[in-house]
């Protein structure tokens, strides 16, 4: 079956270190994968999308980064910052034609002072 | 402001009862799409609509309704035959149809406690 894994356990960080999220999946072949962050009892909000012909993508602190080999994106925050914190979700499109973005559970981090 | 409104933000509903959830965009947005968020677990996509009068099952509409009458509406009825109706649910909307890339803008979605 189709899986999106991401690390169940919150990751507790420093401020000032870099914050490293994993989002792995199998008996996909997504064509884009987006990443979002939803703060306690809101909505997600949109951050960064990759496509998969793109290796790496990078907006103000944050790094995504798209491995199809490894069937692999990871999430960066450099320097982060206790406003970091929150659940950071990874999503799909399985395929090309289709609408259905899926979600995975979700990391939280945490940063600390 | 553009967005998306959802309301109530928490809803008490006895067992037995219907409750519909509201969700409103302003964003003339073409899809929309309501996802169900339990703890420990992903968004799961209950019902989606691409375009006014038309909508989709998702991987766990039973239980649930929809219509889509006008481009800015996508109500969401939880009916008596939901047997797990205690949840967070979002609506969200996108720009794009078809094969895409469209970020999903979502609502501040609506708490629903069954008692």
């Known amino acids: 079956s189709q899986k999106i894994e991401q690390n169940s356990e919150a990751l507790n960080i420093q401020e000032g270190k870099t914050a490293t999220l994993t989002c792995n999946y199998t008996n996909y072949s997504p064509a884009y994968l987006q990443w979002y962050r939803q703060d306690p009892g809101r909505g997600p909000v949109f951050l960064l999308l990759?496509?998969?012909?793109?290796k790496e993508k990078r907006k103000e602190r944050l790094k995504v980064t798209f491995d199809t080999t490894l069937k692999q994106s990871l999430f960066h925050i450099t320097a982060s910052q206790p406003a970091d914190s929150a659940t950071y979700l990874c999503a799909f499109f399985p395929s090309y034609n289709t609408d259905k973005l899926i979600f995975g559970t979700g990391t939280r981090l945490q940063v600390f002072p | 402001d553009g967005g998306i409104t959802q309301s109530p933000k928490y809803l008490f509903r006895k067992e037995g009862q219907n409750v519909t959830l509201s969700c409103e965009q302003n964003l003339n947005h073409d899809a929309m799409y309501w996802y169900r968020q339990d703890p420990g677990q992903g968004l799961r996509l209950i019902y989606y609509s691409q375009i006014v009068n038309d909508f989709q099952k998702g991987d766990i509409a039973e239980g649930y309704s929809v219509s889509r009458e006008k481009k800015e509406s996508f109500p969401l009825t939880v009916t008596s035959a939901q047997k797990n109706p205690t949840a967070f649910y979002l609506c969200?909307?996108?720009?794009?149809?078809?094969?895409?890339?469209?970020?999903?803008?979502f609502g501040e979605g609506s708490r629903l406690t069954v008692l």
């Open positions: 990759i496509r998969e012909n793109e």
């Open positions: 969200a909307s996108s720009t794009q149809t078809g094969p895409n890339t469209g970020e999903l803008f």
